[in-house]
């Protein structure tokens, strides 16, 4: 029996390190895979303009200021997600529709039925500058540019527009 022992373990030891050799082959390659996914902000990005242009189409096609701000938490995941290219771009995006959305809050107005040469009754003169400051500065020239520029980077690296 003693002969038969160190048979069993030469036996044991390569099956062993054939183990140890196939994890580490399959912890390595889920880590490269984990690398990949993480590290590489435009894929990250890119990903997440493809999974929102649905949602986000749907959101604009409510109009001009009514879609931007329904397609706000679209935009906020989006600028999140951004390269640091266009993370400037997207911010000054989510700061402008965030301002609107804050100032209607305020003044206790559903964006859909406002309407700025009929401001309803009732509503402070606080309340209606604040809202035209807002919708002035979301259409400034500055925001326009931004948008033109997160919609030109998705089509240019995503290669897939915005559905700005």
Known sequence: MNAEAPAREGRRRPSLVVVLLLAAV????????????????????????EDHRAELGAALSAGKE????????VFEDLADK?????????????ERISALEEALDAAGVEPASYDPARPPEGLSDEDRSAI???????????TRAALTGVEQQARDVCKTPLSL
Request: aromatic content about 8%.
């Open 26 to 49: 399959v912890v390595a390659g889920f880590l490269l895979w984990r690398g990949q996914e993480t590290d590489d902000p435009f894929a990250r990005y890119c990903s997440a303009v």
């Open 82 to 94: 951004a390269p640091d290219d266009i993370r400037d771009e997207w911010g000054l995006v989510v």
């Open 66 to 73: 009514t879609g931007l701000l329904r397609a706000l938490p």
């Open 132 to 142: 035209r400051t807002a919708a002035t500065r979301l259409g400034a020239t500055d």
